[in-house]
């Protein structure tokens, strides 16, 4: 079975602060993992995949294996990072469904 | 590039009435999938559909939701009859194939009184 845990329903923090909003993850084969924002009054876009390894809006995450962890980070948050986060994961063959975990709502306060 | 298109944006019926949302996913994406977001939960999958066929629908509640893609284009979702745990977003989203791309839609609000 799949399952993406998400900690902390809400995360508030500082501008300028760093940031790390938790995601761990339970699968048994090799999943592909990925971080969804949501902001206010916008439809889920995609922020970043673990395969390609870039950095996007300054986030990034590393997937972790050993832990099963796949923690989004930024070192300077933003007021305009405020949104809802959600990390997903994507188990193999041919099968594309997405299991989302709760999600953590990120306050960036000035 | 069009992203995917769903209507309503906003529906309120009463509990044991009908609703339909409707697709329509971006040209060319053979996959096609309604999610389900309860409030303060992360979406969940209901129903995947390959071209006009069904990959997975282990977690529609088949007793009440219906949905269907004809041509492998537009797809529709139903619920009949709607109960009030059903008031939840239903997002649509595609992708190619490969389920690389994957694009949602602005999603359709529920509101069951």
């Known amino acids: 079975a799949q399952r993406v845990t998400q900690p902390e329903k809400l995360l508030s923090v500082f501008k300028g602060a760093p940031v790390e909003l938790k995601c761990n993850y339970s699968?048994?084969?090799?999943?592909?993992l990925f971080w969804y924002v949501q902001y206010s009054r916008q439809r889920l876009q995609l922020l970043l995949r673990?395969?390609s390894r870039e950095s996007i809006k300054g986030f990034t995450a590393d997937l972790n294996k050993g832990e099963t962890s796949f923690h989004l980070k930024k070192p300077f948050a933003q007021e305009e990072d405020s949104a809802m986060y959600y990390c997903a994961l994507m188990g193999g063959g041919s099968n594309y469904k997405l299991t989302f975990g709760k999600g953590t709502l990120l306050t960036v306060n000035p | 590039e069009a992203g995917v298109a769903q209507s309503p944006r906003y529906k309120i019926i009463e509990k044991r009435q009908s609703v339909a949302f409707w697709c329509n996913p971006i040209s060319g994406h053979a996959t096609l999938y309604w999610y389900q977001q309860i409030l303060g939960q992360g979406p969940k999958l209901l129903i995947q559909?390959?071209?006009?066929?069904?990959?997975?629908d282990s977690q529609l509640p088949k007793d009440r939701f219906s949905a269907e893609r004809l041509k492998g284009v537009d797809s529709t979702l139903k619920i009949q009859p709607a109960k009030l745990e059903d008031s939840a977003v239903y997002l649509c989203a595609s992708s190619p194939r490969t389920g690389r791309g994957y694009t949602f839609g602005s999603g359709t609000r529920l509101t069951v009184v």
């Open positions: 673990h395969i």
């Open positions: 559909f390959q071209n006009n066929g069904v990959v997975d």
């Open positions: 699968y048994s084969g090799s999943p592909e």
